[in-house]
């Protein structure tokens, strides 16, 4: 009797252990939209898999952003093993409205809202409507690969979409309040916490619920890739630069410029956006920059193929380059944000850096352009016309065809020289008659 007591207790004990054994794993997704919520996410998505959660509750709270992070988000979300449920405390808005449509089921609290998709600028201007056009794409089918009225994700993002009974206003896009995201199959129900969202998931089951843990380094990753940051990273690494040819030799400037590369770089590359190409991209940019003030005269192919370099190294460190492609075609609308904020970072800087210069260095910021010393005859100095006044009467050589003009060989040195009458091969014997305008003028001799 005992020993049947005994099995029947561990048989109770293993069933209510095994009804505990439901796991929620809740991940917050607040604020812009951007690498560093992307980054939480996957980071999240991986740690509910080691812990083997039943269920993952997305904790969403945000006003939208950038597009691109977006759809890495929304992918992720829908190739999940695990049923995840979006719980939109407060706002869904644009991007996070899409983030939610890729949950299984969506809960919200009263009050909340979901929708206004529509895909816009820095200024809060609509886009062309071939973001537009691609946003509608997305809103669409993932509203369809989770049993959803596809028709009313578009009208989220299009005010030219009309649903029948719900958006016949074609004047604006659609929102829903959590009553009307109930009525339109757009949300599965109303909780105010995140364990009332978790007790309609497990229906009335045991659980318990796990919070995402992000360690110091994670937070330090993802403050380091805000948006913000990587502007005043990308300023620090302009004006450093510019102070450096201020002052010439390695000092604080260059140091600054150096450390602001590695913070702006080091995040990337670890979350696997920078990629090897990009930094030695980036690296061959500003060599050919420095190569083009220093040693090579004037600005051209070097320094214009620099600057290019550089800002296409900054700008694609920024994105997932497979998401530079879609459908199979090339999408330039994920390089906007990173190509805006690279431009405008860069002017920004260069403004700042020359106008601190000028307080710092009075009258320096832009000596190197003009001349500021007078050359005088009696303190030594000599004009290039006097020097060439030497050369009348002395035999040349034709190192190039004269056609009429060219160069000439004179004691060991090379001039510009011009033919008075008539042309001259290469090796040809001349005699130089006069010299003015930096040049010699010169005659044929009987060969």
Known sequence: MFRLFLAFLTVLISFVSSA????????????EISKATERTLSKGLKQATEREADFVIIHLNTYGGAVASADSMRS???KFGKP????????????????????????????STIGAATVVNQSGEPMPDKYQSFMRAMMRSTAQANGRDPLIAEAMVDPSIVVPGIADDSLKVLSFTMEEAIANGYCEGSASTIYGVATMLVNGENYTVEEMKISSLDKLISFLLSPMLQGLLLMAIIGGLYFELQSPGIGFPSAAAVIAALLYFAPLYLEGL???????????????????????????IAGISGILATVVSLVFAMIDNNLFYFDGRVDFIVIIKPLSIVLLSGFSSLVLSIWLAGRLYPGKSFSYLSLKTSLESNTGFVGVEDKLQTLIGKRAIATSSLRPSG?????????????????????????????????????????
Do not use: H
């Not at 439901?22 to 607040?30: A, D, G, L």
């Open 76 to 78: 992720a979300l829908l």
């Open 84 to 111: 995840v449920a979006a719980f939109i405390d407060n706002q869904a808005v644009s991007a996070g409205a899409l983030i939610s449509i890729a949950c299984d089921s969506i809960y919200m609290t009263t009050g």
């Open 274 to 300: 920078a990629e090897n190409w990009e930094i030695i991209l980036f690296i061959v940019g500003v060599l050919l920059i420095l190569a083009e003030i220093f040693v090579i005269p004037g600005f051209g």
């Open 20 to 31: 505990e054994d439901r796991r929620v794993f809740v991940i917050p997704v607040k604020g």
């Open 407 to 447: 160069k000439v060989e004179i004691d060991g040195r090379w001039y510009e020289a011009t033919l008075e009458y008539g042309m001259a091969d290469k090796g040809d014997e001349l005699v130089v008659t006069k010299a003015e305008g930096g040049r010699v003028y010169c005659e044929r001799l009987p060969q």
